[in-house]
Every structure is written in structure tokens, then in C-alpha cells.
């Protein structure tokens, strides 16, 4: 297989909060590919109280990573569906070097285009702050602030309707485990990255559409 004309297979790292997910949603409308959140899938294999859902739950509400050949096969699946073609926007994958290393390895394998990255930086009091005061569809994973991003109305999402919900691990116990966890595990890519001259830093503090632009521009750079 060889890779499509014009593929853009992007990937969004950075810590719990940094707005991946409002941010790959506001790039995928723009590229017309793809937004493949691992979270947003587990949340739903949970809902469905699937067997992979139930054992990804002990974890996700602890605030600690699945582990990672769960994780491999979901995305392996998934990059193979028709919409990912012309290519996709990962959110929260990869977590972990063994991940980044089976992620190149499939890439390989269905011959697809090379891999733009980008990290999205923000301090660590903002991460918290934006974690703690967040509102989450459980329908389309669109996320929310109570006081940073409000919906339009209260409580319902501004594109769904579906009523908004705290996340499990939005606690402050599970908060602080996340952040170990990217610290530990997480943050290491960026090195993986840079050393195959693929990664791009963007400071995620900022209006949304602000943040939005820079992420267009840096993976424009690429
Ligand atoms: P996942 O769902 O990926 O959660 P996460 O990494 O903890 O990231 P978040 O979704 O919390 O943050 P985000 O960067 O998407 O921020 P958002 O856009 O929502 O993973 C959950 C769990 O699933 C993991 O803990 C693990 O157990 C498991 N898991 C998932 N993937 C895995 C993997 N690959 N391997 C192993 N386990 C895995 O924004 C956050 C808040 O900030 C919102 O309120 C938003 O409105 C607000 N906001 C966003 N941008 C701005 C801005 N510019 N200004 C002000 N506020 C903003
Ligand atoms: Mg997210």
C-alpha cells in the first residue's frame, strides 16, 4: 500500500488538560479527517460495559493508564477504517514509548505518510485549574469549563443537546495521578519525537481559536 496524496497524519501530545481534545475537534472540521480520542473510545466501551471497557475502567477512574497492548489494538483497528485514509488527528495516543513505537510500526506496515506532532505546553496550575472546573459531553467527548468555555446553555452540549457530565477521574485524587502518570510515562515522546525531527512545541495557554492557529500553523510548518 502507499500513502495518499496530501495525508496528514497528526498527533496532538501533552498533559491532561492541555486541550487536546478541544483542539482535535476544532482540527479535524478544519482538515476533514478524523479525530481518534483512545479516551473518548474507552469511556465508550465502558459505557457499553463491554469486557475491554470493564478492565479499562479500574484503571481510567484511578487515573492510571490502560495498559498498553489495549490500547495498541483499539488504534490499530481503528486507523484501518475508510474515514482514515486521507488521515487522522490523535488525541491521547500515544501515552507511552512502547505506544509510539507500535503506532510507527503500524504506519509502517499499511504504508502511510510520515507523522506531524505536536506538543501542546501548558503550566501546571492551568492544567489544574482547567481539569477541575470541566464539563464533558458523554456523547461526542466535547469538552467544557465552567468558567473558561461555557456552553451556551446551561449544562447541554452547544452542538448535541446531551446533558454535560464531570468526568470520574476530574477528581482531585485522580487529577494528581494523571499528572504523575504523564509526567512518568508521557512526557519522555516528546524526546522519541524530536529525535526523528517531527515534533513541533505550541503553547496551549490562550483564546481557543488563538491556541487553534498556532496549531495550524505549526503543523503547516512541518
Ligand atoms: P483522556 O481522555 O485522553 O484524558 P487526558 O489525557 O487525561 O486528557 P484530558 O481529556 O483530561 O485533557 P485534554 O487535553 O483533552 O483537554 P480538554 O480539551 O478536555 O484519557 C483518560 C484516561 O483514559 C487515562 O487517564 C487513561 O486511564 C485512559 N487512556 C486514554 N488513552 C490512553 C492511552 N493511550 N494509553 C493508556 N491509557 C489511556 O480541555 C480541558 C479543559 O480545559 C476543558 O474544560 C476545556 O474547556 C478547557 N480548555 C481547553 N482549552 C482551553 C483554553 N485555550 N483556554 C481555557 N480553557 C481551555
Ligand atoms: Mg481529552
Redesign the pocket.
Given at each position: 500500500m502507499t500513502a495518499t496524496v496530501g495525508e496528514r497524519n497528526l498527533i496532538l501530545l501533552?498533559?491532561?488538560?492541555?486541550?487536546?481534545?478541544?483542539?482535535a475537534q476544532k482540527l479535524a472540521v478544519r482538515f476533514g479527517i478524523p479525530q481518534i480520542?483512545?479516551?473518548?473510545m474507552?469511556?465508550a466501551a465502558r459505557r457499553e460495559g463491554t469486557p475491554l471497557g470493564k478492565k479499562?475502567e479500574e484503571?481510567?477512574n484511578k487515573?492510571?493508564?490502560?495498559p498498553?497492548e489495549v490500547?495498541i489494538g483499539l488504534v490499530e483497528e481503528r486507523l484501518q477504517l475508510p474515514d482514515a485514509k486521507p488521515g487522522f488527528i490523535l488525541?491521547?495516543?500515544?501515552?507511552?514509548i512502547p505506544?509510539a513505537q507500535a503506532l510507527d510500526g503500524v504506519l509502517q506496515k499499511l504504508g502511510r505518510a510520515k507523522l506531524k506532532v505536536v506538543d501542546?505546553q501548558v503550566p501546571e496550575a492551568t492544567l489544574v485549574e482547567?481539569?477541575g472546573?470541566?464539563?464533558?459531553c458523554p456523547k461526542d467527548g466535547a469538552?467544557?469549563?465552567v468558567k473558561?468555555?461555557p456552553p451556551k446553555s446551561d449544562n447541554l452540549c452547544d452542538s448535541c443537546g446531551t446533558a454535560l457530565i464531570t468526568r470520574a477521574?476530574d477528581k482531585p485524587e485522580a487529577i494528581t495521578q494523571?499528572l504523575r502518570?504523564y509526567h512518568d510515562k508521557t512526557a519522555p515522546l516528546a524526546g522519541y519525537y524530536q529525535t526523528s525531527g517531527v515534533l513541533r512545541a505550541v503553547d496551549?495557554?490562550?483564546?481557543?481559536e488563538v491556541?487553534l492557529d498556532r496549531l495550524v500553523r505549526a503543523l503547516g510548518e512541518q
Open positions: 501533552g498533559a491532561p488538560g492541555a486541550g487536546k481534545g478541544t483542539q480520542s483512545t479516551g473518548d474507552l469511556r479499562a484503571y481510567m487515573g492510571q493508564l490502560v498498553d490500547v488525541d491521547g495516543f500515544p501515552r507511552t505506544q501542546v482547567r481539569l472546573g470541566r464539563l464533558s469538552s467544557y469549563h473558561f468555555t477521574d494523571r502518570e496551549g495557554v490562550g483564546e481557543l491556541v
